[in-house]
């Protein structure tokens, strides 16, 4: 279990996180929620170990992250914001260096090489890998050590689609077989893949939690809205959604659709992919994540 409490942090004078609290059991999620300089990032680096708070505690199981920090994050794994990988070293390298840090044999690293589809670039410099694939091998970091709470910031961005899927099919083998997560995103429309489990959103806020709801329920306050699709194939997609019934209408970067639920959103991403018509990007197009904000508080 993870347990944030009462937490207050920043950089230099200021706080950035004003009284943030919130619990993650086990075999659940949290989403931290909320446009970029929310404070989502300064919760992450407080969660893991590398930002002191100012005030406040952070619980793994009954470790405290800040009293006993070599014991805690032996159980946290942590996806950083832009990576964080060294590109002057081989992917191999790279995941070799913290196998030696957490004393894990070297055979993990061959295993997650393919799961995550990287092992033809093991010998590769990381920083000739392009953004997708360096943040494959960020989330193979992440899980290397086997962790029982992984800190995922922003897991979703700058990946294609077919890894977006592999990877939320990873998550819920996770969820399964105990893990914690807490991750965040700014795109609303993620969540609707995760209502089917135990998982809880906490909108963040300049710093501040300002609403904790069920997946569930959530989801259920943004309706009827157009959701931006890039695709490779407009002219097929489009008459393909037209059979399902969907109001469909070209966009400069694919096809624009009317959805009544957010949650129709994976319904239509299974469709194109089924028709073999490669889904890039789904972006809400009208209704922002501020305007959000605004309705539901």
Sequence with gaps: MLKVNGVHAGYGDGNVLHNLSFTVPDKEIYVLLGPNGAGKTTAFRVVSGILPPVQGRVFIDEIDV?????????????????????????????????????????????????????????????????????????????????????VLDEPFSNLDISTVLNLRDRIFELLEEGKTILFSTHILSELQNFESLKCKVGIIKDGRLILEENVGELMNKVENVEVVFKVDKREVAKKILERYGYDV???????????????????????????????????????PIEKIFTDIT
């Design 249 to 287: 209408k070209y966009d400069s970067r694919g096809i624009t659709v009317r959805v009544l639920k957010s949650r129709e959103v994976s319904t239509i991403i299974r469709i194109l992919l089924d028709n073999d018509i490669e889904v890039y990007e789904s972006k809400l197009r009208e209704t």
């Design 66 to 150: 800040w009293e006993e920090p070599e014991k805690a994050k032996t159980s946290i794994g942590y996806l950083p914001e832009g990576e964080r990988v060294y590109l002057d070293l081989s992917v191999y390298k790279n995941l070799k260096f913290f196998c030696k840090i957490y004393n894990i044999e070297e055979k993990r690293i061959d295993q997650l090489l393919e799961e995550f589809g990287l092992e033809k670039y093991k010998s590769a410099k990381a920083g000739f890998l392009s953004r997708g694939l360096r943040k494959r091998l960020a989330i193979i970091r992440a899980l290397l050590h086997d962790p029982k709470v992984l």
